[in-house]
Antibody
Framework: QVQLVQSGAEVKKPGASVKVSCKAS????????ISWVRQAPGQGLEWMGW????????NYVQRLQGRVTMTTDTSTSTASMELRSLRSDDTAVYYC??????????????WGQGTLVTVSS | SYVLTQPPSVSVAPGQTARITCGGNNIGSKSVHWYQQKPGQAPVQVVY???DRPSGIPERFSGSNSGNTATLTISRVEAGDEADYYC???????????FGGGTKLTVL
């Protein structure tokens, strides 16, 4: 069965960086992309971007350009998301999700369990 | 950028039908996906491509999409359906993935 297992919770100071990993199993990793979605406390879902599992091409949301980097390691079927220059409003649960691509667009059929990132001085 | 509008909350009695709307400009021309999120849990896809259900999702969950409104319909609502529901589309803008603001379904 498809599983996405994320790394554990992190506490970071403002200005620091965080890297969250997402290990995939149960499917051919290079056949799907991985997207990252975050959710601030009590708020809705915010798409951050995605990475193509086959060729590593990325597409980041404009407001995070320059602060976020998404990578994959196909040898371990693991995707990672690094966010730099952390601010207090980056405090959120970060989810990875498998991207299902069709001619109609993209959606997310499997999700990781989420990783809480807390930014606090 | 494209905007999806959902009502903040919907309430329904057990056994009744809940309808959660997702409004967007000519949303009927796009493919709409719906996710259920229970407190403290990751989202789960309940409808994709307007009206298809992933494996394991009860037939009580259905979707439709026309004009400027997409609708998630939950028939014979159960207490376990209480959750936040989000719609999502793919848009041809620079930030192509758009989520609605979410709707909290309360089962009375």
């Amino acid at each position: 069965q498809v599983q996405l297992v994320q790394s554990g919770a992190e506490v970071k100071k403002p200005g620091a960086s965080v890297k969250v990993s997402c290990k995939a199993s149960g499917y051919t990793f290079t056949s799907y992309g991985i997207s990252w979605v975050r959710q601030a406390p009590g708020q809705g879902l915010e798409w951050m971007g995605w990475i193509n599992g086959y060729n590593g091409n990325t597409n980041y949301v404009q407001r995070l350009q320059g602060r976020v980097t998404m990578t994959t390691d196909t040898s371990t079927s693991t995707a990672s998301m690094e966010l730099r220059s952390l601010r207090s409003d980056d405090t959120a649960v970060y989810y990875c999700a498998r991207v299902k691509a069709t001619l109609l667009g993209r959606d997310f059929d499997y999700w990781g369990q989420g990783t809480l990132v807390t930014v606090s001085s | 950028s494209y905007v999806l509008t959902q009502p903040p909350s919907v309430s329904v009695a057990p056994g009744q039908t809940a309808r959660i709307t997702c409004g967007g400009n000519n949303i009927g021309s796009k493919s709409v996906h719906w996710y259920q999120q229970k407190p403290g849990q990751a989202p789960v896809q309940v409808v994709y491509d307007d009206s298809d259900r992933p494996s394991g999702i009860p037939e009580r969950f259905s979707g439709s999409n026309s004009g400027n409104t997409a609708t998630l319909t939950i028939s014979r609502v159960e207490a376990g359906d209480e959750a936040d529901y989000y719609c999502q589309v793919w848009d041809s803008s620079s930030d192509p993935v758009v989520f609605g603001g979410g709707t909290k379904l309360t089962v009375l």
